[in-house]
């Protein structure tokens, strides 16, 4: 396995750790057999994902927020393709156990596929990015038998795809704040209130929602976890365009919606702590979700195509300089990584420290679009398809897309919260 220790230093022929201090070693080498999982998988993402979005080797820069765009059938079309081409080579998801469809492969097969994947910029799982990562792992370990065999296998084969209704117009951030209101009439819930930024909401087949089905408990008390058919009548959905452009988010409306008490996720009144749960699941990803070291990789190469004041950029001290910092912050982002993956090896659950690593991955792909934007200048402001872009304003789109990267599954100032307070154990201020 990987053990994780603070002082280290690289061989800088395999760009390895190394060390002389046998209470400090770590290995990051692999075995013969995951060498070959990792080349057999290499060839097969490069193979299909080229078939599937017709852009051999260029990936999705970094975001799948125009193939999730209400507007484009053809682009989201392509995703279910990619999709269903994952499940059929049991790669849609390696970390679920294979009782319930997955792969069920070791936690370093399970890193090998995440590089990979974040090499290419292509998304983790597919059309069902929610469902897989959160919340069927959620259904797993807190659902009824009877809806993990219900739900499960159609998120995996994308007949099911999810969303997750947490978010409110008055509780974002403050999600305990949440008011949409589920009465209890015999064997029905019945929900009246509205959601916002509900990513997928419009191509969404289910939900899990989050509603307050106890006005007069505490905040945190009250709060019960749903699974709602978004076919339902009473459910309106309306598509949120957003500074880029792209309008996969959106607002939803619920009018007298019912749902059966069936589709209740653990006990009444309980929800918070089920969400909590999803919660972990998500900012767990969200550290390997976001391609960052492809992305100081193409800056990289920016940096060679444009000049900065009067000369090539990547001559420029100052240049250099933040490059670097860039590729220093990627591997500890990287060896974070590995960190994490040390702990669960050792049969530790994730907590808290998830928001390391997410705070840390959209906070370094933010200042690497800012710095675009820097050396580009004018340029910056040159949306694809104008005169003058450059890259096909990949970077403009980036730049507008990375400050809601430090928003979603939890702000920036929330996960430097949960991190004093829960990880640092600091007194509230």
Request: hydrophobic share 40%; glycine share 10%; aromatic share 8%.
């Amino acid at each position: 396995g990987i053990v994780w220790y603070v002082a280290y230093e690289f061989d800088d022929r395999r760009g390895r750790p190394r060390t002389n201090q046998a209470e400090h070693a770590m290995d990051f080498s692999y075995t013969p057999e995951q060498e070959k999982f990792r080349a057999e998988l290499r060839r097969w993402l490069e193979q299909n994902s080229a078939e599937a979005f017709g852009r051999k080797g260029e990936g999705l820069g970094g975001s799948t927020a125009s193939l999730l765009d209400v507007r484009d059938d053809g682009r989201w079309n392509q995703l279910l393709d990619y999709h269903r081409r994952l499940y059929k080579a049991g790669y849609v998801a390696l970390h679920w156990p294979k009782q319930w469809g997955g792969g069920g492969a070791s936690m370093i097969d399970q890193a090998i596929y995440q590089d990979e994947v974040l090499r290419l910029a292509l998304p983790l799982y597919g059309a069902n990015q929610l469902a897989i990562d959160r919340i069927g792992p959620t259904i797993m370990h807190l659902g009824t038998e009877q809806q993990k065999q219900r739900y499960l296998l159609k998120m995996l084969t994308g007949e099911e795809i999810w969303c997750q209704g947490y978010s409110e117009p008055g509780a974002g951030s403050d999600l305990a704040a949440l008011q949409t209101r589920a009465v209890l009439d015999g064997d029905t819930f019945v929900i009246n209130g509205q959601k916002v930024w509900t990513s997928l909401a419009h191509r969404a087949d289910w939900q899990v929602l989050l509603v307050r089905t106890d006005p007069a408990a505490p905040k945190h008390k009250g709060i019960s976890y749903l699974l709602v058919d978004m076919h339902s009548p009473g459910i309106t959905v309306r598509p949120l365009v957003q500074i880029t452009g792209d309008a996969g988010f959106n607002e939803v409306f619920y009018d007298n919606v019912r749902v059966p008490k069936e589709n209740l996720v653990g006990e009444l009144n309980a929800g918070w702590q089920v969400s909590i749960a999803t919660l972990m699941y998500e900012r767990v990803s969200g550290g390997t979700r976001h391609p960052v070291e492809r992305t100081i990789g193409e800056l990289l190469e920016l940096a060679k195509k444009v000049d900065f004041q009067g000369g090539p950029a990547w001559k420029h001290p100052y240049v250099r300089q933040k490059l670097a910092q860039f590729a220093i912050e990627a591997r500890c982002l990287r060896l974070s990584r590995h960190r994490s993956l040390s702990a669960q090896l050792k049969g530790k659950v994730p907590g808290a420290e998830s928001s390391f690593g997410k705070l840390f991955a959209t906070e370094l792909n933010l200042r690497a679009a800012m710095f675009a934007d820097e050396m580009l200048g004018a340029f910056a402001n040159v949306e694809g398809g104008s005169l003058g872009a450059i890259d096909g304003g990949r970077w403009m789109h980036r730049t507008l897309a990375a400050r809601g990267l430090t928003i979603a599954a939890g702000s920036s100032e929330i996960q430097h919260n949960i991190i004093g307070e829960r990880v640092l154990k600091l007194p509230r201020g």
